[in-house]
């Protein structure tokens, strides 16, 4: 990933990846029993339903749940590594909150957008924005996401990745941040 600064991976990240890799592998038989053709998907997706329960993928379109997935399925099984959700889809209402609550925090609606667009700007509102963790996994998705359309968008959101599947493999410019592009009320391209 290109920041200035790389986040080291933290030992228990390590600990809690064999975890649910092990977890996994004890999951297959039912897994298999249940989806013969997509065991390991199924496998995967219960042990990491287990390291991560609060995650919620409704609202993801298809294609982005289905990209998720995948990605995550070859991940855990081929590098043993765990991708998470933190957030995927948000309810337009949820988002113009956050983003008048960043208003409010940083003084100005333009520096708001540095890190939350309004609702009609929000691809986490259209259903096709992951954000996730660790930083171990996002490094994966970054290196590997195009394969499935999943690409990081922002220098300074390392864990945000959007569903492009018109990028053909191609990931789009990366932008400093969500608000490159605006064009402020007095003017100001930012």
Request: proline share 9%; aromatic share 10%.
């Amino acid at each position: 990933m290109d920041e200035p600064r790389t986040i080291p991976p933290r030992p228990r990240d390590r600990l809690y990846a064999v975890v649910t890799l092990v977890i996994a592998v004890l999951l297959l038989p039912a897994a298999f029993v249940r989806r013969p053709g997509r065991a390991r998907e199924l496998a995967c997706c219960w042990a990491l339903w287990m390291r991560f329960p609060a995650e919620d993928l409704t609202g993801l379109s298809d294609g982005a749940r289905a990209a998720f997935t995948a990605a995550r399925t070859e991940a855990l099984w081929r590098h043993g590594q765990l991708i998470g959700l933190t957030s995927g889809y948000r309810d337009p209402l949820v988002q113009q909150r956050m983003f008048e609550e960043e208003v409010r925090r940083s003084g100005s609606p333009a520096l708001a957008r540095m890190l939350v667009l309004p609702p009609a700007e929000s691809s986490h509102v259209k259903g096709i924005a992951l954000d996730v963790r660790p930083h171990e996994g996002a490094r994966w998705l970054e290196e590997h996401g195009a394969r499935y359309d999943l690409y990081r968008l922002y220098d300074n959101e390392w864990w945000h990745f959007e569903y492009r599947p018109d990028c053909g493999g191609t990931p789009p410019r990366r932008r400093p941040h969500p608000g490159v592009g605006y064009v402020s009320e007095n003017g100001d391209q930012l």
